[in-house]
């Protein structure tokens, strides 16, 4: 498919996040700890909310999908930068760059628009209880999951459509641990700057957007609670700012990357650590770890499989 246009680089190298040893070396003590969180937090939340039928709620589906998203982005990029530093084996093929690209947006895109999905059940149950059950059905369930999922693919398809028409000339060096559009464009042979407004318009736009959106729902939630309970804003303030939180340091780094593709310090990178390795572990901790009925249910799975296993 690409072989005409791409006859003369074939792998990417990855500079990585760090030439010294010493900096290596925690990073990959770093990544290797952390990734196994991840693993171990998110898998435990799908299978306890897809085995236990008192979480089998609009709220809980959502966030099933959320923890399965973020299962999956961390485990395009971040077992990948495990092995690079401890092989010392930096590269990627062209092709394995492009479909990373590809992956990583369609599971980015798919991720900010479900938080938008949760943001509205949210909405709904807290402003519109009584109608909840009749707004939050199933089918309304699967159509914000199937909407989400069809708009990342759709977003990332647009981007794929620009960058198979790029051409390489020689520089085939990343100046980071995974393959992303600023770093991709900027080694094609024409002036980057050509491209910017492509990457802002697009990728730019979906983070910004979903963001404020976010923001907007998070401050009509508690403008809510706040005009019919009083005493019941300091609790919804807690659990909201938490949410706040994790949408700030998730939304944060792919505002700074595709709002301003092209920075002269390479903090892209670091700020990248946040959204594949500290989000998805924030994310069970945050909405589903601090449920009371989540952990019963976390209790009631383990219980059971340990159960399991010792009769057997």
Not at 81 to 99: K, P, R
Not at 201 to 207: D, Q, R
């Amino acid at each position: 498919m690409f072989q005409n246009n791409y006859t003369e680089v074939s792998e990417f190298v990855f500079l990585g996040l760090s030439t010294s040893k010493e900096i290596q070396h925690f990073f990959l003590a770093f990544s290797m700890v952390f990734y196994g969180a991840i693993i171990l937090g998110n898998t435990l939340v799908v299978f306890t909310l897809a085995f236990d039928p008192h979480l089998h709620s609009p709220m809980y589906f959502l966030l099933g999908n959320l923890s399965f998203i973020d299962l999956f982005l961390s485990t395009l990029t971040v077992p990948k930068m495990i092995s690079d530093l401890s092989s010392g084996h930096n590269t990627i093929s062209f092709h394995g760059c492009v479909f990373q690209i590809f992956v990583l947006h369609v599971l980015g895109a798919s991720e900010m628009v479900l938080l938008v999905a949760m943001a509205w059940d949210r909405y709904v149950a807290i402003c519109k209880p009584l109608h909840y059950l009749t707004v939050m059905t199933p089918q309304m369930c699967v159509m914000l999951l199937s909407g989400a999922w069809v708009i990342g693919f759709l977003h990332s398809v647009v981007q794929l459509t620009f960058i198979v028409k790029l051409s390489f000339c020689g520089p085939n060096e990343i100046d980071s641990f995974y393959c992303d559009l600023p770093q991709f464009i900027k080694l094609a042979c024409i002036d980057p700057e050509k491209m910017q407004f492509m990457v802002t318009a697009n990728s730019g736009f979906i983070s910004t957007g979903t963001f404020f959106l976010l923001i907007i729902s998070y401050i009509v939630i508690l403008l809510t609670v706040r005009k019919h309970s009083s005493g019941d804003l300091s609790k919804a303030l807690s659990t909201l700012s938490a949410h706040i939180t994790v949408v700030v340091l998730f939304f944060g780094p792919c505002i700074f990357v595709y709002m301003w593709p092209f920075p002269t310090v390479p903090v892209d990178k670091f700020l990248a650590i946040l959204d594949f390795m500290i989000t998805p572990i924030l994310n069970p901790a945050i909405y589903t770890l601090r449920n009371k009925d989540m952990k019963v249910a976390m209790r009631r799975l383990i219980t059971q499989l340990f159960n399991l296993r010792t009769s057997s």
